[in-house]
């Protein structure tokens, strides 16, 4: 692994409202808690990653901006710690995935937590499309 792509940057962060409209109104969902991944594979869309990833932690659950922040952070790091399949595999199909990372609990988990939820996540991902 390079260190560039050890990386997340900019144009794999979906942010285009009319793609996450999109991903929730068609994609699928799964639960891996404290994580619920939505998905959507779409044709190769100009201007995005293969791979493009939302993450969001809802204030109704997390009331402090700075620990919603922190989870966000979290969550980021995992994900950019494991999507080096993900991202290949899409890359060869020529395809975009759009996906949406949600928090789940009420409460703050450990980062171990999380990157185990990640890692059964990403590989629930694989196993539904068959990558």
Request: proline share 4%.
């Amino acid at each position: 692994m390079d260190d560039k792509s050890a990386t997340f940057p900019k144009n794999e962060h979906l942010a285009w409202k009319r793609y996450i409209d999109r991903l929730f109104v068609e994609g699928a969902s799964f639960v891996s808690f404290p994580l619920r991944i939505v998905y959507l594979p779409v044709k190769k869309l100009p201007a995005i990653s293969a791979v493009s990833v939302l993450v969001s932690v809802p204030k109704r659950k997390i009331k402090h901006a700075v620990d919603r922040n922190f989870i966000k952070r979290r969550i980021r790091e995992s994900y950019r710690l494991r999507k080096h399949d993900l991202l290949r595999s899409f890359t060869e199909k020529d395809e975009t995935l759009l996906m949406a990372i949600l928090y789940l609990d009420k409460a703050q988990s450990s980062f171990d937590v999380i990157d185990r939820a990640m890692e059964k996540a990403l590989l629930s991902l694989h196993t539904a499309m068959d990558l």
